[in-house]
């Protein structure tokens, strides 16, 4: 567990792209210990690229990021930053769960396998003991009684309370979700949100991709709006949300929720 108020995600000036496309253009963004900051905007903003820098995925091209207390990708070695070695990053990644919009379980795999197998593979947790843990996380999230079922025989919010509960497993310090719940039909979403909410409660600190803006507000310490690969707004969820003078992020939800979210919104 982190110390409360340690900060866990320090974005400053974050830049990147892909060849001549600049995709991030300097984004400034924190998250401290415990907190849930949700992050919503349009397609295209850059959103999914920010949490893949966040995690090692992309490089970070200028500016500065700081996850768990270390720039990503470098290590300070005497008085000069070094690229990390493939160790170093993986050391760095296993702190970090990531659950996707798509669940990407093993399809061959039980739920209980999926959720053993980081253990195993990557800490080199003995394979009894991983199963013991995989059936703690499984019952997390309220699929005890699901363990011994492959990805095709669960619903969309179960497999994906499965991935959730296999991004726990590695007992990460950082979660971060890409719209977890847009793959989903919308019976099965609060399944899995409720089970985001719990982590909220026990403190796991998260950054959360999503339009599901009553999460956001609930739940949410910050909700922050990218827009063109800059963070343009950012606040708590309910003044943000409430806040005439919040008219970028007023107008994206205006064009994202339904009457009735937009209703409560107001
Ligand atoms: N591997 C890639 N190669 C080239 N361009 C990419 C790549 N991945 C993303 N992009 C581009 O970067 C921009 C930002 O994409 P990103 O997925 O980060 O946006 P997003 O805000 O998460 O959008 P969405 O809500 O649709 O997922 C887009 O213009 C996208 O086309």
Not at 85 to 107: D, W
Request: aromatic residues 6%.
């Amino acid at each position: 567990m982190n110390a409360a108020g340690e900060q866990i995600v320090q974005a400053s000036g974050v830049r990147m792209g892909y060849g001549d496309v600049q995709v991030l253009n300097g984004v400034d963004f924190t998250v401290a210990s415990g907190e849930v900051s949700c992050v919503i905007g349009p397609s295209g903003s850059g959103k999914s690229t920010f949490l893949r820098c966040i995690n090692g995925l992309e490089p970070v091209l200028g500016g500065s990021l700081r996850v768990l207390g270390e720039e990503v990708g470098h290590t300070l070695r005497g008085d000069r930053y070094h690229p990390w070695t493939p160790k170093e990053f993986a050391a760095f990644r296993r702190n970090i769960g990531m659950v996707f919009q798509r669940f990407n379980l093993f399809a061959h795999h039980s739920a209980l396998e999926n959720v053993a197998c980081g253990p195993v593979h990557v800490l080199g947790t003995p394979a009894d003991r991983a199963r013991t843990l995989a059936m703690e996380h499984l019952d997390r999230v309220g699929l005890a009684d699901h363990a011994h079922k492959r990805p095709h025989q669960l619903s969309g919010g179960q497999q994906q309370r499965v991935a959730i509960a296999r991004a726990l497993a590695m007992n990460p310090a950082l979660m971060l979700f890409d719209e977890p719940t847009s793959a989903l039909d919308p019976e099965l979403v609060d399944e899995v949100l409720e089970v985001m909410k719990g982590l909220a409660v026990e403190g796991m600190t998260m950054v959360v991709v999503t339009h599901e803006i009553a999460f956001a507000r609930e739940v949410g310490d910050w909700l922050t709006f990218f827009a063109d690969g800059v963070v343009v707004e950012r606040g708590r969820p309910r003044e943000l949300l409430a806040n005439p003078g919040h008219q970028r992020t007023r107008a994206f939800l205006s064009s994202v929720l339904d009457p009735k979210e937009r209703e409560e919104s107001r």
